[in-house]
């Protein structure tokens, strides 16, 4: 349907969460970030040449910085959670230094924590999360699900249980992941999933049946099954292929929280393997989309791989946004929902956006979507949307398409003023310039930024006043030109030292 959601982003989730998604638009997350392995996960892929050769699909290393500390030191002087965060990465730090080791789980924490943040208010009032982890760090995540979700809306920790081929190592075979499913309040979407009956389960119904006992249970067992079906199956010990648990509400008791009827994806044999180092089963995708959303759902997974979220979604008709940093795997999740999914191929349901980090990329992405590279520009610069208008919104936009929070001091006071943002993808004319000047007066901002690629600035430099503001520091331009280029280079515009507050999130520092 037209006005569907169907995307996949490549980029920082960080950056994809804060900047580029509706709040409250989205119904489930689930999420499956890398587990602090400590290891390169590399795919074989064999060339021209029929000789394999391992291209890198993620990292999943981290280390302690002095970065970390600056952003640690944030999050403790900052509102709630933050803190409450940051004392379970404290935590962290602390047991890491005793023992001597580099502090990587403390800054795995740090990161998740950042992203976790970012994820919430995206999520609406039926909406639910479910975090994919394994048993090395889940009990520092679930402590920080508590402080962001709430712990009053935890609702299960799922533990999905596996075989596969034996470690050597002087322990118990490690042999399940942890699912962390948290709901966002009581009016969270949740269906009532059934346990797949066992065999035993047949016989015991099937005994109770022709016994006369529970009539009702069997009238009501008799009506979905033609019981004569399944004798055989009760004989054999085996359940038929089509026996849908689903509909098996006459006696089959709800789904417990230990899932250990999904295999995991085993060798290259495996149909559905696509070769991704930590592919997850479609089965065990499909059973969360349909436990915690609805039909034209929206739903997200910022930590994408190699698609199975979305491949799920789509078969179970819901929307989806699938975001992951690395571009192979926006190429392989694509490839994959086109090669399964041809009609949405045919119908241009699918928008493919990458984070731009050259002049190339930008100008791409401004002639593919020039709405999505406002968002992005905005972002990158540090810039928010105007009252109830988000950057890149469509519609007419007044010449304003984004604003830039500043914290000016003068006379040793501080005060909030506001830098107006302009975008352009193409030609800049004379009268936008005038006109961005017009926008400043209205609106009482200090500052109205043209943001353009570098050919069209002489435009800029031609028709901007030459009037400026002060503050205790120094005198800025009020109209000034400023280049995709120097953005991409992480340069700024002549702005105070301290601007950019970004949804509640972090203030950038010059």
């Known amino acids: 349907?037209?006005?569907?959601?169907?995307?996949?982003?490549?980029?920082?989730?960080?950056?994809?969460?804060?900047?580029?998604?509706?709040?409250?638009?989205?119904?489930?997350?689930?999420?499956?970030?890398?587990?602090?392995?400590?290891?390169?996960?590399?795919?074989?892929?064999?060339?021209?040449?029929?000789?394999?050769?391992?291209?890198?699909?993620?990292?999943?290393?981290?280390?302690?910085?002095?970065?970390?500390?600056?952003?640690?030191?944030?999050?403790?002087?900052?509102?709630?959670?933050?803190?409450?965060?940051?004392?379970?990465?404290?935590?962290?730090?602390?047991?890491?230094?005793?023992?001597?080791?580099?502090?990587?789980?403390?800054?795995?924490?740090?990161?998740?924590?950042?992203?976790?943040?970012?994820?919430?208010?995206?999520?609406?009032?039926?909406?639910?999360?479910?975090?994919?982890?394994?048993?090395?760090?889940?009990?520092?995540?679930?402590?920080?699900?508590?402080?962001?979700?709430?712990?009053?809306?935890?609702?299960?920790?799922?533990?999905?249980?596996?075989?596969?081929?034996?470690?050597?190592?002087?322990?118990?075979?490690?042999?399940?992941?942890?699912?962390?499913?948290?709901?966002?309040?009581?009016?969270?979407?949740?269906?009532?999933?059934?346990?797949?009956?066992?065999?035993?389960?047949?016989?015991?119904?099937?005994?109770?049946?022709?016994?006369?006992?529970?009539?009702?249970?069997?009238?009501?067992?008799?009506?979905?099954?033609?019981?004569?079906?399944?004798?055989?199956a009760i004989e054999d010990g085996k359940i038929p292929a089509d026996l849908n648990p689903l509909e098996f509400s006459g006696g089959s008791p709800p789904m417990r929280d230990w899932w250990d009827d999904i295999r995991i994806l085993g060798g290259p044999r495996n149909k559905e393997r696509l070769g991704y180092p930590t592919q997850k089963p479609l089965a065990l995708l499909e059973r969360i989309i349909k436990a915690s959303s609805n039909p034209g759902d929206l739903v997200l997974d910022p930590f994408c791989g190699c698609g199975t979220t979305v491949h799920a979604a789509e078969k179970l008709d819901r929307q989806w946004i699938g975001v992951d940093i690395s571009r192979f795997s926006v190429g392989l999740m694509h490839e994959r929902v086109k090669s399964n999914f041809p009609h949405r191929l045919a119908q241009k349901a699918i928008t493919v956006i990458g984070l731009p980090e050259t002049v190339a990329e930008a100008r791409a992405l401004a002639q593919q979507d020039r709405f999505e590279f406002e968002k992005w520009a905005c972002g990158k610069i540090g810039a928010n949307g105007m009252g109830k208008r988000r950057p890149g919104t469509r519609g007419a936009d007044g010449g304003l398409d984004g604003i830039i929070e500043l914290l000016v001091i003068r006379d040793g006071k501080i005060f909030s003023e506001t830098a107006i943002v302009q975008i352009k993808s193409g030609r800049v004319s004379a009268d936008s310039v005038r006109a961005l000047a017009e926008v400043v007066r209205q609106t009482g901002a200090v500052s109205g930024i043209m943001l353009c690629f570098a050919d069209q600035l002489t435009t800029v430099e031609n028709q901007r006043s030459n009037e400026v503001w002060h503050d205790d520091e120094r005198s800025y331009p009020v109209i000034q030109g400023f280049s995709i280029e120097d953005l991409l280079a992480d340069k700024r515009p002549i702005l105070p030292r301290r601007y950019g507050l970004r949804r509640g999130a972090r203030m950038t520092a010059g």
């Not at 489930?28 to 400590?38: R, V, W």
């Open 1 to 232: 349907m037209p006005g569907e959601i169907r995307r996949f982003y490549r980029g920082d989730c960080l950056d994809i969460l804060r900047e580029y998604i509706e709040p409250g638009s989205v119904s489930l997350i689930y999420l499956d970030p890398p587990f602090n392995s400590n290891s390169r996960y590399n795919l074989p892929f064999k060339g021209r040449d029929k000789i394999h050769t391992a291209v890198e699909a993620f990292v999943d290393t981290w280390t302690w910085t002095a970065r970390h500390d600056t952003r640690l030191a944030e999050f403790r002087r900052s509102p709630a959670p933050r803190p409450a965060l940051a004392t379970v990465i404290d935590f962290a730090r602390n047991a890491e230094v005793t023992t001597g080791e580099a502090g990587n789980l403390a800054a795995y924490l740090l990161n998740m924590a950042e992203r976790l943040l970012a994820m919430k208010p995206l999520l609406n009032r039926r909406g639910s999360v479910y975090l994919h982890c394994d048993p090395t760090a889940s009990h520092y995540l679930k402590l920080m699900m508590d402080a962001v979700f709430g712990r009053q809306n935890f609702r299960n920790e799922i533990v999905w249980c596996y075989r596969g081929m034996p470690s050597k190592a002087q322990r118990f075979q490690r042999k399940h992941d942890i699912i962390l499913f948290y709901a966002v309040s009581q009016e969270s979407t949740f269906h009532v999933l059934r346990d797949a009956p066992t065999a035993g389960s047949l016989k015991t119904f099937e005994s109770a049946r022709r016994r006369g006992y529970n009539t009702n249970l069997s009238k009501r067992m008799v009506t979905v099954f033609d019981w004569a079906k399944y004798h055989q």
